[in-house]
């Protein structure tokens, strides 16, 4: 059973009661139909977009994507999106139709073409039903019956297909919004579906880059993204060729259960669910084939793969128009990626002051879902270590533990304000000491605690400077007795008898 929230049964009354068609369609009824409840809803109707302008002249209007024909109308702070019928939309460019059936065929997937209104109930003229109600889900094209000319011998007839390649050569970026339903949720593509994918995957060079970055983005960000691209990269690797050496790529390593592409699969699944930390899993090992070595005993080696991933990533990502600053952080951390992290916590101040805490939080948690994705048992005693070490950096920054010099209680100026060093070289060392001490005891961090230490490191440096003074003293006076006395003073040698 569908229920519509009261908001939209108002924009269907308000149409129908001036002698509109009025129907919800889309992705808001497909959810609606699975049982989940959809945040933003679409109307359309054989009204013209003057027609719903006057209609709901009394409401909140938003005429912004009128040239698409597109009306959004706010009605108790639900906005819902308003269309007349439509053949084609193309930019900001639109091809009106004149009934349902030919906006429901522009939809692409059957799953996406049903429309609904309690006057009429469900209208599903391409069987979305049965796609959404077996036990999997299935993506399926929509599709037209086609006449084409085949030879039988001397002879040529005709005969009728059903042909979905126009839902694709249409709309390329489609080729990716299937597989981000995959990735998204349990969806899987029927095989008719899949078999037009792959033998339109060449029109990946006519889409436009912003909704191909797009879909892929929300593919990697997807619940089910491992899955997905695990299973999709014969098509995937027509929108990134990079990705194909990498596939069924086997690594040769005891660190290694997977090939490198269902690897990488595996490493955007267990990332942050962060657009910057899964592109960077996505890419960080494409350099792997270009780099591999082999050693005496046969196992392979990747050294320099980090720099490869990089320079692969940065083309990629200018192909696909990335913003330059998103570009500059994945870059960085795909050529760090494999950066050895220190197990103490002195060691990881060391590294919070080198690389700054935040760029050093996201390396860790790449390194973290790379170390998952190595082997069968993702809680390897290198994942362990890692999480141990991403708990400590969010510790010493919750706790606000020193980790700079410049962060200790005291600075040179007040040492030497209170004349405990003669000047700043005295109280740079004094400084550098204090420092050693509160990495290793973070409590220490505190002014009087400080003063203290420099005091009576003050006081041990004067007791040995005053002893070393006191030294040299009798060894003067010493010489000056030894000259005054003369030769007389010195034994005198004596032959044997």
Request: one cysteine or more.
């Amino acid at each position: 059973m569908i229920i519509l929230p009261d908001q939209v049964i108002e924009v269907l009354d308000r149409l129908e009661n001036v002698g509109f068609e009025a129907y919800v369609v889309g992705e808001c009824l497909r959810e609606l139909f699975i049982g989940n409840s959809p945040q933003d809803f679409d109307v359309v109707t054989n009204a013209k977009i003057n027609d719903i302008l006057f209609t709901f002249r009394d409401y909140r209007i938003s005429e912004e994507g009128a040239a698409r024909g597109e009306i959004l109308v706010t009605i108790l702070g639900m906005v819902i999106q308003i269309s007349p019928y439509r053949r084609e939309v193309v930019g900001n460019r639109v091809m009106y139709a004149e009934d349902l059936e030919t906006d429901l065929a522009r939809r692409g997937f059957t799953m996406n073409a049903m429309a609904y209104s309690p006057k009429t109930g469900l209208i599903d003229p391409y069987n979305a039903k049965s796609a959404l109600s077996g036990e999997v889900k299935q993506v399926v094209a929509i599709g037209e019956n086609v006449t084409i000319n085949v030879k039988v011998g001397k002879e040529t007839t005709s005969e009728v297909i059903y042909d979905m390649s126009k839902s694709f050569t249409i709309q390329p970026s489609r080729l990716l919004e299937a597989i981000r339903y995959c990735a998204e949720d349990e969806y899987e593509i029927e095989t008719k579906t899949r078999e037009c994918m792959q033998a339109n995957s060449s029109c990946f060079e006519y889409a436009e880059k912003s909704a191909v970055r797009e879909e892929l983005q929300r593919i990697i960000m997807g619940k089910f993204a491992a899955r997905a691209l695990e299973n999709n990269a014969s098509i995937l690797k027509y929108v990134i060729p990079e990705i194909e050496p990498c596939i069924g790529f086997q690594q040769c390593s005891r660190h290694h259960d997977f090939d490198v592409w269902t690897h990488i699969s595996k490493s955007v699944g267990y990332a942050l669910p962060d657009p910057i930390i899964r592109f960077t899993m996505l890419f960080h090992d494409l350099g792997k084939p270009d780099c591999m070595a082999f050693d005496a005993k046969g196992a392979g080696h990747f050294k320099g793969h980090g720099e490869r991933g990089r320079l692969l990533a940065e083309g990629i990502m200018r192909r696909l128009e990335f913003s330059k600053d998103m570009s500059e952080q994945i870059s960085w951390l795909i050529y760090h990626h494999d950066y050895p992290i220190p197990e103490d916590r002195k060691g990881l101040k060391a590294l919070i002051r080198e690389l700054g805490h935040t760029d050093l939080r996201s390396l860790l948690q790449c390194e973290i879902a790379d170390s998952r994705a190595r082997k069968i048992d993702t809680e390897t005693d290198m994942t362990v270590k890692l999480r141990a070490s991403l708990e400590a950096l969010n510790e010493i920054i919750t706790n606000g533990e020193c980790y700079e010099i410049s962060q200790l209680a005291i600075d040179k100026r007040e040492l030497i304000e209170r004349r405990l060093v003669k000047d700043d070289a005295e109280a740079e060392q004094l400084m550098n000491a204090l420092f050693d001490v509160v990495l290793d005891k973070p409590s220490f961090n505190n002014r009087l605690m400080l003063l203290d230490m420099a005091q009576k490191s003050k006081s041990k440096l004067d007791k040995i400077v005053e002893s070393r003074r006191k030294a040299l003293e009798e060894q003067e006076r010493a010489k000056e007795e030894a000259k005054a006395k003369g030769r007389r003073s010195e034994p005198l040698f004596r032959k044997r008898k």
